[in-house]
């Protein structure tokens, strides 16, 4: 059986007294779906978000990590630095780090490589831009884009690996994919890791979906068979749509 997970990706939002406050106020609520829950706040907020959910089933992941494992990487952080503080996740290949930062597909393999080596588990999005799915070739995309960076990885590493399907023209805009898109993507997404891997491997990877989930769509979207939860970024930022979320299930 898949893990179905919700994952909050708070991106360059709350300072620590903020971080502190949504963390009492995501400890309030009360959570009746099985899916395992992540929050991903800022380097600077980790350790006091760790500390604070030491007893809580709350998972606190990373946004992005360098792949080098020390050295002169002026402002970067390492994988060895998010273990140290017991950070074992980390989101890559985020759009915003593909689009602001210049992160191309050959470098996310080698993020993929530094954290998979340093036994942390990778959170690795992908997704088309609006032109890609307007010209028809969302499909050929995003396959590039999980051939290019995952397909060096040997069938067993994909345990390490959940998979983020989030199309750029969705994220942060208040557009979602219909759930029979976000279907009829993770399910091409999951031939895709059976023709390269085995069914077995692809039946076993948790294939998430991002882009302007809310309460009040996560339900249908969550209901489609290939969609085993949601990286959730605005809702995040408030305990009570964030819970409601991770309750749709
Ligand atoms: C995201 O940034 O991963 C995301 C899905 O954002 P939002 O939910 O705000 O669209």
Redesign the pocket.
């Known amino acids: 059986m898949r893990k179905q997970i919700v994952a909050g ?1 708070w ?1 360059m939002n709350n300072d620590l007294a903020q971080t502190q406050a949504l963390i009492s106020d995501l400890k309030k609520q009360n959570q009746t779906s099985d899916a395992e829950v992540m929050i991903a706040p800022a380097f600077t907020n980790l350790w006091s978000a760790f500390e604070s959910l030491r007893q809580q089933p709350i998972e606190v992941v990373a946004q992005n990590m360098h792949f080098a494992s020390n050295g002169a990487y002026t402002g970067e952080v390492c994988a060895a630095m998010l273990k140290s503080i017991g950070v074992s996740t980390v989101i890559l290949g ?1 759009s915003e780090r593909r689009a602001y930062f210049n992160e191309t597909d050959e470098l996310l393999a080698k993020k993929v490589d530094a954290a998979l080596a340093n036994d942390m588990r990778v959170i690795f999005c992908f997704g088309e831009e609006l032109a890609d799915r307007k010209s028809g070739n969302q499909e050929q995309v995003v396959k590039s884009q999980i051939k290019n960076a995952l397909f060096h990885l040997e069938a067993s590493a994909f345990k390490q690996i959940i998979l983020a399907y ?1 199309p750029v023209w ?3 805009t208040g557009e979602t994919a219909s759930p029979e898109q976000a279907q009829d993507m993770h399910a091409f997404i999951r031939k895709t890791l059976s023709d390269k891997c085995s069914s077995a491997v692809a039946d076993g990877v948790s294939i998430l979906y ?4 809310k309460p009040d769509n996560a339900k249908e979207i969550f209901s489609k068979p290939d969609v085993d939860g949601g ?5 995040s930022l408030k305990a009570e749509d964030f819970f409601a979320i991770v309750n749709a299930f």
């Open positions: 990706n991106k985020h989030e969705a994220i942060g991002g882009g302007s989930v990286l959730i970024g605005g809702a």
